[in-house]
């Protein structure tokens, strides 16, 4: 089952060295969820063929327009494209303010339903649970409300022990239970589920950290998760202005990815002040060697 994510823009606040805002696609399964929708959005979809239409669910982390300065643009050509299903946006408080001034100036009534979910930045949300996922929201630091997003599969049910599978005469539902765990009955034999099945695969995760300074309370929010993006705006060289401006370095986002021991690091939202990224990868790696660079365009699977 796939679980990956393509990045659509990674600079920060200014387009830059052909490189575009904050934006992200996390598929889990089937799904696809879009996530930070800034300037250039829909360009960047249509470089890289992705369809817009598959859209259901769309996340933004805070209200810097370089998060979701697309988002009108894409809302309006779903209403262009005569949309009929409803579109989820999930943010801060003033989003949906926002979205229907513009739409009222315009004297837009969408053809589709769009049903806000306002996040409260401040504590840990789920957002959206199905059968195989859990997607919620979680604090970060940042100058005005921020929170990241984290994308969580749900433990599966227990695999079938291949050394058992000549003996496994049952009924379906007999053997649907063994899988979910439970010890079952046949013919007046218990059945330990523990011995006709295995543990389940283990259970995958992404978080998005948005826009953030060096915060060390992000660690409990996505402990154990396996790949992490975190915003690397500056860096060490520029410490001082990344706590002015509530974000980090290289060297930080490397630091909290070395803590949590995730399998991959992916370093986003670079200043425009550096045209070559590879300095800032250099010094990640330093502190964590599982890094890599954001590339717009690159899809990074989620491993178990
Ligand atoms: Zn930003
Ligand atoms: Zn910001």
């Not at 003996?167 to 006709?196: H, M, R």
């Not at 001082?240 to 995730?262: D, P, W």
Request: with cysteine.
């Amino acid at each position: 089952m796939p679980f990956e994510v393509t990045i659509l823009g990674n600079n920060s606040a200014i387009p830059a060295h052909g490189r575009h805002p904050t934006s992200q696609i996390v598929q889990i399964h089937e799904q696809q969820f879009l996530v930070d929708c800034g300037e250039g959005t829909q360009m960047q979809l249509a470089k890289y063929k992705i369809r817009k239409s598959k859209f259901d669910h769309i996340f933004i982390s805070h209200l810097h327009g370089d998060h979701y300065f697309g988002l009108i643009g894409l809302i309006t050509s779903y209403h262009l494209m005569r949309r009929e299903k409803p579109l989820h946006v999930y943010g801060p408080k003033g989003l949906l303010d926002i979205i229907n001034l513009q739409l009222a100036v315009s004297n837009t009534t969408l053809f589709y339903q769009l049903i806000f979910h306002e996040v409260i930045s401040e504590v840990v949300s789920v957002l959206l649970e199905t059968d195989e996922f859990i997607i919620s929201s979680f604090p970060v630091k940042h100058r005005i409300p921020t929170h990241g997003f984290l994308f969580k599969e749900k433990i599966g049910l227990r695999k079938i022990n291949p050394d058992k599978i000549a003996e496994l005469n049952f009924p379906f539902q007999v053997i649907a239970e063994l899988k979910k765990g439970n010890d079952s009955e046949w013919e007046g034999k218990i059945l330990k589920s523990n011995e006709w099945t295995l543990p389940p695969v283990a259970p995958r995760s992404y978080a998005f950290c948005a826009d953030t300074i060096y915060h060390n309370e992000l660690i409990k929010y996505i402990s154990g998760c396996d790949v992490v993006y975190h915003e690397a705006t500056f860096m060490e060289e520029s410490a001082e202005r990344a706590v002015l401006t509530f974000h980090s370095t290289a060297k930080q986002a490397a630091t909290i990815g070395k803590a949590i021991g995730v399998k991959k690091l992916l370093l986003g939202h670079f200043s425009a002040k550096y045209e070559n990224l590879q300095p800032l990868l250099a010094e990640a790696k330093e502190i964590f060697r599982e890094t890599e660079l954001a590339i717009e365009g690159q899809t990074f699977s989620i491993e178990r």
